[in-house]
């Protein structure tokens, strides 16, 4: 027993109680603490995660704000059209909205133009569906382009552009031999008149 000089004894059994319970607490407060800035360190991360997965587009044509633009990677062809600030006044707006699919994923490099009323358009020239050697590309093209080749039909074509939607795309050209209705025979015919 320790006797203070107020006159009241302390058992040694109560003061490393108290003793333990003090450590134990400041112990947890430290460990919380600890927990709070990894949970912290962890948001940051995801944060710089999401960052790295952008794709710049190029709005050109008869829209308010041509220009190229940086968008999150999942974007929508129509977002690109609002960051553009829309159609202008001269805008072919019958063509674009028998053209364009705003509901399209964007894509790296991708170039959307819309033209001005009375402007004749070359087949395949919006999107970037066609590269400059003529080929169709599998990756942008719509249906009705896809059906101008051989042996496609739009039936087909749907089926290409579901398949590229759930997969994020086709990696190689031979890739579309994994859709159904392209066997080896029909990917032989169409083969040269393809790219990705």
């Known amino acids: 027993m320790i006797a203070l000089n107020m006159g009241t004894k302390i058992k040694w059994g109560d003061l490393i109680l108290v003793a333990g319970a003090v450590l134990v607490l400041g112990g947890?407060?430290?460990?919380?603490?600890?927990?709070?800035?990894?949970?912290?360190?962890?948001?940051?991360?995801?944060?710089?995660?999401?960052?790295?997965?952008?794709?710049?587009?190029?709005?050109?044509?008869?829209?308010?704000?041509?220009?190229?633009?940086e968008m999150n990677e999942g974007s929508r062809v129509g977002e690109a059209l609002g960051l553009a600030g829309g159609l202008?006044?001269?805008?072919?707006?019958?063509?674009?909205?028998a053209n364009i699919n705003r509901a399209e994923l964007v894509k790296d490099g991708m170039k959307i133009y819309i033209p001005k009323?009375?402007?004749?358009?070359?087949?395949?020239?919006?999107l970037g569906t066609k590269n400059s050697s003529g080929l169709v590309s599998i990756n942008k093209a719509?249906?009705?382009?896809?059906?101008?080749?051989?042996?496609?039909?739009?039936?087909?074509?749907?089926?290409?552009?579901?398949?590229?939607?759930?997969?994020?795309?086709?990696?190689?050209?031979?890739e579309l031999k994994l859709v159904p209705g392209i066997g080896e025979k029909l990917f032989d015919k169409i083969k040269d008149e393809i790219s990705i």
Do not use: Q
């Open 88 to 97: 202008a006044k001269e805008a072919d707006v019958a063509w674009v909205e």
């Open 142 to 174: 719509g249906v009705e382009e896809l059906d101008t080749l051989s042996g496609i039909g739009p039936s087909i074509a749907k089926k290409i552009i579901e398949y590229r939607e759930d997969n994020g795309g086709f990696k190689t050209i031979e």
């Open 117 to 126: 009323i009375g402007e004749k358009v070359e087949e395949g020239s919006v």
């Open 28 to 69: 947890l407060g430290w460990t919380l603490r600890g927990e709070k800035k990894s949970e912290a360190k962890l948001e940051l991360i995801k944060n710089d995660a999401e960052v790295n997965n952008k794709v710049m587009i190029d709005v050109a044509g008869e829209v308010n704000r041509a220009g190229l633009y």
